[in-house]
């Protein structure tokens, strides 16, 4: 693939400029014969755009963050070949890979240049290595003659030059997360659900699978889990789904295994709520989400009826990811799609969740938010002196279900946030006590401290679609409603709006910007006369200057009026001032300090099986689930709890101290009968996983050593709070910082 000469307005059907002056963008749009078109940015300026045209494709190549665009030509005898698939590499965004069935072609100059490669099949999945972008994995439809599909996973160690078959019978498959980051993972670890044939491979409901790791691309194999059906990860975790008989019965678990133990002994997540100790819920490959993993717990979703339920159960482990408390019983979910769950991004902790008034279809939904990883939620109220006039009143947004209208005729804009643009969040929604899908009602509205307070943006007075570039410091959004030829923008983060006009209208679909939101040009896309168009705007030269020291203001997130501590410590942040004339650097660091706070109540959530009963005390009501000091012999421990733990990422110091006190199992010999049974039956347990085919031989002694030593030390969370404490608590450090951000 070759990049023909730039031909900028050539391809402009009603090209149009609009010279800076003032605060107004540079405008300039393309049409397009089709009626959609797709784009991947591959780095902060080239971006690649694709325009199907019936069975061929037309492809766009700018360097200019969309502003001008060359065409890009397909090399070799490509008339039976069909070039769809697009990925850039995650660690090296400049390097790509556009595959077609018959065809590859590899990049390392982001596109500038394309060597052509032998490559046959569908391509279902691309999975670049963590860190070497020569080395992927594929995923790829297959058939067999009668009809039949399954997938299978090749692999290529040279960049696309070379594709060889690493499992020809395959339900899923993964770099391992910290393949070439841990120095105690093999830099070439990759996880594998394998069938044993082709026959069980055309089964979806087949249980014949075995999850195997391995180094050498398949060379060699380490078995992990029998009956395993899905892959999921974080960074921190694995997860898996195993079907298996238990009792005479096919059932289902979900296993969990930190991406830190090299050895992966997955184990079953379990309720800690629950008097039985269960879920409640079973799960299956379709109805489990991870949400997020970013705190060192774990925010998990499942649904009862994975193919029409329309909410979720909400659960949240605090630590380690394998004991859950149910957080909520009706997260708002449509059918299979995400749950309306929003990370605020940048800033740890802080969650924005729609759940509902019942299971039933018609369903009221509210909005709520947890400013501490979920130690509490609390409704969006407003205030009278807010422009939004209304004290009291809740406010209540649209998230990536409810984005969708029931009646699926409007998409209105769901709740967004990005890393870059501290505090800054924007939305639509309604003020009442109900989340509103009715046109007429669904305004936007904008946020710059995290979800504390709120401002409707009066001006556009409907439904918007809306993007966030230099660090925050502009703001584009367009009604996504109805066609318009009208962009609104703010240099100063919605204190004042400004706008600019489109040549025609069109109907808005989105408005996008490269992948860290740091830069200054948009590009919105939409169709205007059954047409695609692609609309650059410009604001490279709205501002005079860059930022200096004096044009920024130091901030931080609070929950409540008087308590700017935030997850046990005060993390001071660098943003620009709102009225500050400047463009910031897009390499900007936004964290000035971090000192820890004193512990309060606020700081603690209940331990494993205990629960807030009506005076907001934690009580224990599953004393059989705890291992006591009569339960465990000399050179174990066991743990004496109050009934609190600490929240999840939270790095307070001193104050109330709720914590876990880990103590050494007693010299009582009496009190070690009842263990002695557990350890016996313990073993017999083992026996029966190994016969069952659960664990590979060489796991038996991993599973042994696993149920002997469930209470020999404090688990991982201890270790990762007390790592998580030391590294936030450095008074010198943050003193030091104090004296050079301005």
């Given at each position: 693939?070759?990049?023909?000469?730039?031909?900028?307005?050539?391809?402009?059907?009603?090209?149009?400029?609009?010279?800076?002056?003032?605060?107004?963008?540079?405008?300039?749009?393309?049409?397009?014969?089709?009626?959609?078109?797709?784009?991947?940015?591959?780095?902060?300026?080239?971006?690649?755009?694709?325009?199907?045209?019936?069975?061929?494709?037309?492809?766009?190549?700018?360097?200019?963050?969309?502003?001008?665009?060359?065409?890009?030509?397909?090399?070799?005898?490509?008339?039976?070949?069909?070039?769809?698939?697009?990925?850039?590499?995650?660690?090296?965004?400049?390097?790509?890979?556009?595959?077609?069935?018959?065809?590859?072609?590899?990049?390392?100059?982001?596109?500038?240049?394309?060597?052509?490669?032998?490559?046959?099949?569908?391509?279902?999945?691309?999975?670049?290595?963590?860190?070497?972008?020569?080395?992927?994995?594929?995923?790829?439809?297959?058939?067999?003659?009668?009809?039949?599909?399954?997938?299978?996973?090749?692999?290529?160690?040279?960049?696309?030059?070379?594709?060889?078959?690493?499992?020809?019978?395959?339900?899923?498959?993964?770099?391992?997360?910290?393949?070439?980051?841990?120095?105690?993972?093999?830099?070439?670890?990759?996880?594998?659900?394998?069938?044993?044939?082709?026959?069980?491979?055309?089964?979806?409901?087949?249980?014949?699978?075995?999850?195997?790791?391995?180094?050498?691309?398949?060379?060699?194999?380490?078995?992990?889990?029998?009956?395993?059906?899905?892959?999921?990860?974080?960074?921190?975790?694995?997860?898996?789904?195993?079907?298996?008989?238990?009792?005479?019965?096919?059932?289902?678990?979900?296993?969990?295994?930190?991406?830190?133990?090299?050895?992966?002994?997955?184990?079953?997540?379990?309720?800690?709520?629950?008097?039985?100790?269960?879920?409640?819920?079973?799960?299956?490959?379709?109805?489990?989400?991870?949400?997020?993993?970013?705190?060192?717990?774990?925010?998990?979703?499942?649904?009862?009826?994975?193919?029409?339920?329309?909410?979720?159960?909400?659960?949240?482990?605090?630590?380690?990811?394998?004991?859950?408390?149910?957080?909520?019983?009706?997260?708002?979910?449509?059918?299979?799609?995400?749950?309306?769950?929003?990370?605020?991004?940048?800033?740890?902790?802080?969650?924005?969740?729609?759940?509902?008034?019942?299971?039933?279809?018609?369903?009221?939904?509210?909005?709520?938010?947890?400013?501490?990883?979920?130690?509490?939620?609390?409704?969006?109220?407003?205030?009278?002196?807010?422009?939004?006039?209304?004290?009291?009143?809740?406010?209540?947004?649209?998230?990536?279900?409810?984005?969708?209208?029931?009646?699926?005729?409007?998409?209105?804009?769901?709740?967004?946030?990005?890393?870059?643009?501290?505090?800054?969040?924007?939305?639509?929604?309604?003020?009442?006590?109900?989340?509103?899908?009715?046109?007429?009602?669904?305004?936007?509205?904008?946020?710059?401290?995290?979800?504390?307070?709120?401002?409707?943006?009066?001006?556009?007075?409907?439904?918007?679609?809306?993007?966030?570039?230099?660090?925050?410091?502009?703001?584009?959004?367009?009604?996504?409603?109805?066609?318009?030829?009208?962009?609104?923008?703010?240099?100063?983060?919605?204190?004042?709006?400004?706008?600019?006009?489109?040549?025609?209208?069109?109907?808005?679909?989105?408005?996008?910007?490269?992948?860290?939101?740091?830069?200054?040009?948009?590009?919105?896309?939409?169709?205007?006369?059954?047409?695609?168009?692609?609309?650059?705007?410009?604001?490279?030269?709205?501002?005079?200057?860059?930022?200096?020291?004096?044009?920024?203001?130091?901030?931080?997130?609070?929950?409540?009026?008087?308590?700017?501590?935030?997850?046990?410590?005060?993390?001071?942040?660098?943003?620009?001032?709102?009225?500050?004339?400047?463009?910031?650097?897009?390499?900007?660091?936004?964290?000035?300090?971090?000192?820890?706070?004193?512990?309060?109540?606020?700081?603690?959530?209940?331990?494993?099986?205990?629960?807030?009963?009506?005076?907001?005390?934690?009580?224990?009501?599953?004393?059989?689930?705890?291992?006591?000091?009569?339960?465990?012999?000399?050179?174990?421990?066991?743990?004496?709890?109050?009934?609190?733990?600490?929240?999840a990422g939270d790095t307070c110091v001193g104050g109330l101290t709720h914590e876990r006190v880990w103590k050494m199992c007693p010299h009582n010999k009496s009190?070690?009968?009842?263990?002695?049974?557990?350890?016996?039956?313990?073993?017999?347990?083992?026996?029966?996983?190994?016969?069952?085919?659960?664990?590979?031989?060489?796991?038996?002694?991993?599973?042994?050593?696993?149920?002997?030593?469930?209470?020999?030390?404090?688990?991982?969370?201890?270790?990762?709070?007390?790592?998580?404490?030391?590294?936030?608590?450095?008074?010198?450090?943050?003193?030091?910082?104090?004296?050079?951000?301005?």
């Amino acid at each position: 693939m070759q990049a023909r000469a730039p031909i900028g307005l050539l391809f402009v059907c009603l090209g149009l400029f609009q010279l800076a002056s003032g605060n107004a963008p540079r405008v300039m749009e393309k049409m397009f014969d089709s009626t959609t078109v797709n784009f991947w940015w591959l780095t902060s300026n080239v971006v690649i755009l694709m325009e199907p045209m019936g069975g061929t494709l037309r492809w766009y190549r700018s360097s200019t963050q969309g502003v001008t665009w060359e065409e890009l030509q397909l090399t070799g005898d490509v008339s039976d070949d069909f070039a769809g698939w697009v990925f850039p590499c995650p660690s090296s965004p400049s390097k790509v890979l556009f595959f077609g069935t018959k065809s590859v072609w590899a990049s390392d100059s982001a596109a500038q240049n394309l060597q052509r490669y032998p490559f046959e099949g569908r391509v279902r999945q691309v999975m670049f290595h963590p860190s070497n972008c020569a080395s992927v994995l594929v995923l790829l439809h297959r058939s067999t003659p009668s009809g039949h599909v399954y997938k299978s996973l090749m692999f290529t160690a040279d960049f696309g030059k070379n594709w060889s078959v690493m499992d020809p019978y395959v339900r899923d498959a993964m770099w391992h997360p910290q393949a070439g980051k841990a120095a105690d993972v093999s830099p070439s670890s990759i996880l594998v659900i394998s069938y044993p044939s082709e026959e069980y491979a055309n089964d979806e409901e087949s249980i014949t699978t075995t999850l195997y790791a391995t180094s050498d691309y398949g060379r060699s194999k380490s078995e992990l889990v029998k009956g395993a059906l899905t892959l999921r990860a974080t960074e921190e975790f694995i997860f898996t789904v195993q079907m298996e008989v238990r009792k005479g019965q096919l059932q289902s678990a979900l296993l969990v295994a930190p991406t830190s133990d090299s050895d992966l002994a997955f184990v079953e997540a379990v309720g800690s709520n629950t008097p039985t100790g269960e879920l409640g819920i079973a799960v299956t490959p379709a109805n489990y989400r991870i949400l997020d993993t970013g705190t060192g717990g774990v925010w998990l979703s499942l649904q009862e009826d994975e193919y029409g339920s329309r909410t979720s159960h909400l659960y949240h482990s605090f630590t380690g990811g394998l004991h859950y408390t149910r957080e909520a019983w009706d997260l708002n979910h449509l059918e299979y799609w995400y749950p309306d769950f929003h990370v605020v991004k940048g800033l740890e902790g802080i969650y924005i969740a729609n759940f509902a008034s019942s299971a039933d279809k018609d369903h009221d939904v509210f909005t709520m938010i947890t400013f501490n990883n979920g130690g509490d939620w609390r409704f969006i109220f407003t205030r009278a002196d807010s422009n939004i006039g209304c004290d009291g009143c809740r406010l209540h947004l649209h998230g990536r279900t409810s984005s969708v209208s029931r009646d699926r005729l409007f998409r209105y804009g769901p709740l967004y946030s990005t890393e870059n643009a501290i505090g800054v969040i924007m939305a639509t929604g309604n003020v009442g006590e109900s989340l509103s899908d009715e046109k007429d009602e669904v305004k936007t509205f904008l946020s710059r401290d995290a979800g504390r307070s709120w401002e409707e943006l009066k001006h556009i007075n409907s439904s918007s679609i809306y993007e966030i570039g230099d660090h925050g410091g502009i703001l584009v959004l367009a009604d996504n409603d109805d066609p318009t030829d009208t962009v609104h923008y703010s240099l100063d983060e919605g204190l004042t709006w400004q706008q600019v006009h489109l040549p025609y209208e069109v109907s808005v679909e989105n408005i996008r910007i490269e992948p860290s939101t740091t830069a200054t040009t948009f590009l919105l896309h939409g169709t205007t006369r059954h047409k695609a168009v692609v609309v650059a705007l410009d604001f490279r030269e709205v501002q005079p200057r860059q930022c200096e020291n004096m044009d920024y203001e130091r901030w931080f997130p609070v929950a409540d009026d008087n308590d700017p501590c935030f997850l046990g410590r005060v993390t001071e942040y660098k943003r620009r001032k709102r009225d500050a004339p400047c463009f910031n650097s897009e390499d900007l660091e936004h964290v000035v300090s971090v000192k820890n706070c004193e512990c309060t109540s606020d700081d603690y959530e209940c331990d494993d099986w205990y629960a807030r009963g009506n005076d907001e005390q934690c009580t224990l009501y599953a004393p059989d689930k705890r291992v006591t000091a009569e339960q465990c012999m000399p050179g174990q421990y066991f743990y004496d709890s109050d009934g609190y733990v600490k929240i999840a990422g939270d790095t307070c110091v001193g104050g109330l101290t709720h914590e876990r006190v880990w103590k050494m199992c007693p010299h009582n010999k009496s009190a070690h009968i009842p263990l002695i049974v557990a350890l016996v039956l313990g073993g017999l347990l083992v026996f029966a996983l190994v016969g069952a085919g659960i664990y590979h031989r060489e796991k038996v002694t991993d599973a042994v050593s696993m149920l002997l030593s469930r209470n020999a030390r404090p688990p991982a969370w201890r270790e990762y709070q007390e790592v998580s404490t030391s590294l936030v608590d450095e008074d010198a450090a943050a003193d030091e910082a104090d004296n050079n951000m301005l």
